[in-house]
T-cell receptor, first 113, second 108 residues
Framework: DTGVSQDPRHKITKRGQNVTFRCDPI?????LYWYRQTLGQGPEFLTY????????KSRLLSDRFSAERPKGSFSTLEIQRTEQGDSAMYLC???????????FGEGSRLTVL | DAKTTQPNSMESNEEEPVHLPCNHS???????IHWYRQLPSQGPEYVIH???SNVNNRMASLAIAEDRKSSTLILHRATLRDAAVYYC?????????FGAGTQVVVTP
């Protein structure tokens, strides 16, 4: 098992462009989470899935953010019309079941110019 | 959502124990208490979790107050590799909300 993998690891984009991040969880992990982290802050919850169902989405997210997990396997997080305030590390984590530990990927760092 | 309160930072000497406190006065009966740590430039790493009873594993011990309104993570012998940000989190039906955490500094 190679752990949670995220792609790309780094993304630099211009304001207004769309970006998509991909997360491949540990196989057979039912739950998948997305977090955003800025420098000096703890990870901020964005959304999570139980298999393919999106159970909760943070009210802090604007409509520019969308996440999917088709077939309950990998997940994508898309940010439309990026803004400079979207610059952050986007972390993905998966968990086999509850109560269980979260296994985090190394993150995808977004820089919006 | 239930929240946790932790000190901003703590300092310890190498090979001495570290006691990291966490207050969670609004915890509900079904919330699990989790601890994670994050080293620089890495994703958070699981440390330990528990519900009511104290827990031990190879990394640390978790002491949970009888009323569950607070808990303490215990690192028995701090090493330089334990220098990290430690997060106390309540697992509320699978929703993990991180706070700002405690920055642990280990001095040789």
């Amino acid at each position: 098992d190679t752990g949670v993998s995220q792609d790309p690891r780094h993304k630099i984009t211009k304001r207004g462009q769309n970006v998509t991040f991909r997360c491949d969880p540990i196989s057979e992990h039912n739950r998948l989470y997305w977090y955003r982290q800025t420098l000096g802050q703890g990870p901020e919850f964005l959304t999570y899935f139980q298999n393919e169902a999106q159970l909760e989405k943070s009210r802090l997210l604007s409509d520019r953010f969308s996440a999917e997990r088709p077939k309950g396997s990998f997940s994508t997080l898309e940010i439309q019309r990026t803004e400079q305030g979207d610059s952050a590390m986007y972390l993905c984590a998966s968990s086999p079941d509850l109560p269980g530990e979260l296994f985090f990927g190394e993150g995808s760092r977004l820089t919006v110019l | 959502d239930a929240k946790t309160t932790q000190p901003n930072s703590m300092e310890s000497n190498e090979e001495e124990p570290v006691h990291l406190p966490c207050n969670h006065s609004t915890i509900s009966g079904t919330d699990y208490i989790h601890w994670y740590r994050q080293l620089p430039s890495q994703g958070p790493e699981y440390v330990i979790h528990g519900l009511t009873s104290n827990v031990n594993n190879r990394m640390a011990s978790l002491a949970i107050a009888e009323d569950r309104k607070s808990s303490t993570l215990i690192l028995h012998r701090a090493t330089l590799r334990d220098a990290a940000v430690y997060y106390c989190i309540l697992d509320s039906w699978g929703k993990f909300q991180f706070g700002a955490g405690t920055q642990v500094v280990v001095t040789p």
